[in-house]
Structures are given as structure tokens and as C-alpha cells.
């Protein structure tokens, strides 16, 4: 009976503390600020030699606050804080991995903060040489935030070098060289990697992405010779068979069909990428 009594006040206590402390915590804890840090120079004076460990301090001090702010949704004068505390941590120690993603995971949602991201990374890209997932975040950053598909091309082109294990990287990066425009640079960058590379699952991939990119330049060259001719643009690119450019439109090699956007440029139902009519047939895909 006694443990039963004991057991119900420990209860009744415990219930007590965990419903009563947050309201006192708010009362009378002052919240966590994320102050601004004196110069560079100042920290490394004040870390007294240990510029790596006042670096981890920083981050960490950091990570907390904006735990405490997790519902941003918009650029805040505490993110440029935040990105200026981790600008600094990083002149401190250049290699403090942490630092680079957490501003990674931190700051790609906030558009006007990409450009000082991207800035941070490029930082940890001359220190951090082998690290290839700078690179892959910076290609991110620039292809689905700054719409800038062949400077998104450049830096997956890096990572694609640094991890040369996968073969998404390489076909990715040809694709973006085609989005931007750059479809020849795109067909040059896969001739490379056909040629230096020794896997031969890796080099089939590879090459029926060349295969398609080689298709859609085709196209790209009637479509030019096509305006240069009728001064005026295709409408489709039936157009260019009807006026003897091309005998045909050429296959896709992942099996899709080309067309031309209202936009004027050449397109594919695939793509470009494989399983897609699987992926089109599968109610639960759609």
C-alpha cells in the first residue's frame, strides 16, 4: 500500500514538473541569442592557439540557436548572423567539415542567402580538395536555386571526378550542360569519360547518354539551318523532315520521342531518363 502511495506522489510529481517547468523556463530563462562575434583576428587571439577548438565552439553554439529557430521560413537578420558565425568558424579551421554542412542544410532554402552560401563552400572547396559533396551542394545550389544549369554543370563535373563511383554525377552533369544551352559541351564531357573509363556498366550508361545528347545537337543544327533558310523559327520538328534538312527524327535511345517546346528547344517524352514508362504506368508513381 505504502509503494502504491509513493508511487502515485513520485507520479503526480513528476506530471507536476514536466507541465510547470516550460512555463517557468519562459518566465524567467532568457533566450538563447546568437550574438555578433568580433573580427577574425580577435578570435584567434582570444583562442589562444587553439583556433580549431574555438572554431567547434562557434558551430556549436550556432547548431543550437537555430535549433531554437527552426520555424524560419524567410532571410532574418539572425541568418546572416548565423552565416557570419560560420564564416568565421571556418577562417578559424577551413576543414571543420561541420560547418560547411550544416550551412548547407541551414541556408539553401533561403534564396538571398544561396550567394553567401555558395561563397562558404567555394571556402571549404580550396581546403577540403577531396571532399566531393562541396561541390555536389554547390551544383544544388546553382541549378535548383540560382537556375544556373552550366555553372551547375561545372561544379558536378567536380564531384563527378572526386566520386567516380557513380555514374548519376556524370550523366547528371551532360544533362545540365544540355539545359543551359550547352549541349556540345555536354557530348565533349561524356566522350572524355567514355574514353578514361575502365567499368564497363559505367561506360554503356555513359554512352547512351551520348547517344541522346548526340541526337538532340542533330536536331539543334536543322533547327539553326532551318531559321538561317525561312527566317523564322520550326514549329515542330516534323517541320524540319518536310523541308529536307533531316530524313527523319532519330530515335531516343531511352525510348521516349523528341519534340520541340514552345520554346523553341528540343526536348524528350523520356527525359532522359530510364524506367520512365515503367515509372508513367505505375499508378502508384503518378
Known sequence: ?????????ILAL????VNLYPRYQKKYEPPLRLHRLPPTLALEIMSVGNKELMAEIIFYNTEFYFGE???????????????DALNKATDLDPYNIDCYYFAQGAL??????????????????????????????????????????????????LASRLNPRSSLFATLTARMFYEGNETEAGIAYLRSLIKDTQNPLLRKRLAKRLKALEA???LELALEKYESKYKQKAK?????????????IPPDPYGGKFYLTKDGKVYTTSKLAEGWQKKKNDPDKN
Not at 14 to 17: C, G
Not at 69 to 83: A, D
Open 1 to 9: 500500500m505504502k509503494q502504491a502511495i509513493t508511487g502515485t506522489i
Open 14 to 17: 513528476f506530471i507536476a514538473v
Open 69 to 83: 529557430k527552426v520555424g524560419w521560413r524567410e532571410e532574418t537578420p539572425e541568418l546572416r548572423r548565423l552565416y
Open 108 to 157: 539553401s532554402w533561403v534564396k538571398p542567402a544561396i550567394p553567401y552560401l555558395n561563397r562558404l563552400l567555394e571556402k571549404g572547396l580550396k581546403h577540403r580538395t577531396w571532399d566531393w559533396y562541396l561541390p555536389f551542394f554547390l551544383s544544388a545550389n546553382y541549378y535548383f536555386q540560382l537556375k544556373q544549369p552550366v555553372k551547375a554543370a561545372e561544379y558536378l563535373k
Open 216 to 218: 538532340i545537337r542533330y
Open 236 to 248: 515542330s520538328l516534323g517541320d524540319l523532315v518536310k523541308a529536307g534538312l533531316i530524313e527523319s
